[in-house]
């Protein structure tokens, strides 16, 4: 059997006899293309609240200091995989701006690649907006992480919010952006812990938009985030 390389079309051989006879651990991705990937984990400096890689050993990031000034005491640990550089870009921008739903493959297999994270009662992908879906015909988030997570959809986009999407806006308007999320799902225990989904951290505003939103409905409980890049 020919296993092809999701990305470059290579064939990947296969040296591996168990993995081979127990289609374990199959590789989508080949080693040169996952090497244009930079884990997060390869960083010797990253923020310790975001996970940004940074250039020297600082604790945190720019972004990460504003949101301690503005929640003291529920900022969100954010886990990254990736950090978003010139070929993630040109991956998001194949999935997102193209509609390329094949590269959702892609991304499952980075994220495996890199690590998962469990242990949480809620996986909560951050929704599309009507207008995205519409035009993609996919939630983008959510099928990437629904072949690896079973997602509970808390959150939906405020009905009738005309807003721009994140993607077309500068650094400084996302980080005034209005929140965009409402919560649907209220029923919650002290020690439920939910962990948000999203594909790019760029400032945290979307992430925590998504948290507020879930604390509106009076949850207490813990909230992590996890983005594939950052
Ligand atoms: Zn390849
Ligand atoms: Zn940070």
Redesign the pocket.
Known sequence: MEIV??????SIIEINLYRLLTHRNQES??E??VDQFKRINDYKFVCQMCQKPLGKNIDKCEDCQKWQNIYPNDCLKNYALYSYNKEFKTLIKRYKRYHDASVCEVFVALIKKAAIYQGYDYYVSLPSSDQHFKERQFDHIALIFSKIYTLTPLLNHIQGNDYKSQGEKNRQARLKSQQMFVCDYFEFSETTKILLLDDIYTTGRTLYHAKDAIRKKGFKGRIDSLSIAR
């Open positions: 390389c999701l990305l470059c079309q290579k991705i080949c040169g293309c």
